[in-house]
Every structure is written in structure tokens, then in C-alpha cells.
């Protein structure tokens, strides 16, 4: 989508006026970002951690054995190109920033998940789990309790 502006001005008391046209192309996506792979995930969950970072910042916090500089790297300007990175130029070197904070993206892959294997049924969810994650007597209590304060928290404040 492109949208025209024009600008009127008037140079002086004269009656000559410019009119300078300046087209500006607005990119819409409408599609959600594309899920992310294990490696980008990886990193994603570096960027998350540190803030703004530089491909041997990102380095760095892998634990050993480290991959390839190189693999970083691509790894990073794909994030890139699904949306998820930014990036700051300083001469040759690039200073890369999450576009999506952590929550958001928990937000969206949950939801995804929700609806792709639960119905968009977060009861279906919890009695997947309680079922099939094997938890123990302890875990369950906890839960429940942290449902029943929720729960409570509800009912004084319904918004």
C-alpha cells in the first residue's frame, strides 16, 4: 500500500509555491509470524536475556561447544527476515534487538497451540496435563492453588 502527500509551501510573499510530492510504501502483514526453529529459538531466548547484542554477544552465551560464528549469524538475519529481530548499524557491524518481547511470543505460540491441539479449550489443556505429565500430588496442590487465587482475585475484581 503506497500513500501520496503533498506538501504545499510558500516561498517568501511571493506568490510562487513548491509542491513536493513524498510517497511513502507502508508494508501490512496480515499473516502471523512464522513459528521459529529450535536454533532460533536458541537465540531469540539470548536476546530476550541481554537486550540489544552484537552476533559475538549472542556467541558468547552458548555454553560450550559453541557453533560456527557464521551459523549465528544466519540464524540471526533469518530472525530478521520473519520479523523478529531489528537491528542498529554501526559501520560494518550490527547491533541486533528482539521486535517481540518474550511474552508476547509465549502469548502466540500458546495460543497457536491452544487452538491447533485444544479446541481453544484451556480445560482440555489442563486435563491433558494433569493426565499425561505424570504430576505429582504436590504439583497439582500447587496448581490448584494458584488457580483458586485467581479465581479469587476474579471475583473481587471482574474486570
Given amino acids: 500500500m503506497s500513500f501520496l502527500i503533498y506538501i504545499n509551501y510558500t ?26 526453529t529450535r536454533a532460533e529459538e536458541q537465540i531469540m531466548q539470548i536476546m530476550w536475556r541481554k537486550g540489544e547484542c552484537f552476533v559475538h554477544d549472542i556467541l ?24 523478529y529481530v531489528g537491528h542498529h548499524s554501526f559501520g560494518k557491524s550490527h547491533k541486533y534487538y528482539a ?7 509465549t502469548r502466540r505460540y500458546l495460543s497457536g497451540m491452544m487452538s491447533g491441539y485444544f479446541s481453544g479449550s484451556y480445560k482440555q489443556l489442563v486435563s491433558f496435563f494433569s493426565k499425561e505429565a ?11 492453588s494458584l488457580i483458586d487465587a485467581q479465581i479469587e482475585k476474579k471475583k473481587q475484581d471482574p474486570e
Fill in 11 to 36: 516561498i517568501s510573499s511571493s506568490t510562487k509555491i513548491i509542491v513536493l510530492c513524498v510517497r511513502f510504501e507502508i508494508i501490512i502483514k496480515i499473516k502471523q509470524m512464522k513459528p521459529l
Fill in 60 to 83: 558468547e552465551a552458548f555454553d560450550a561447544p559453541k557453533p560456527a560464528y557464521n551459523t549465528v549469524s544466519t540464524v540471526v538475519r533469518i530472525l530478521e527476515k520473519k520479523g
Fill in 99 to 105: 521486535l517481540i518481547s518474550k511474552k508476547e511470543y
Fill in 134 to 144: 505424570d504430576l505429582s500430588v504436590q504439583e497439582m496442590e500447587e496448581i490448584r
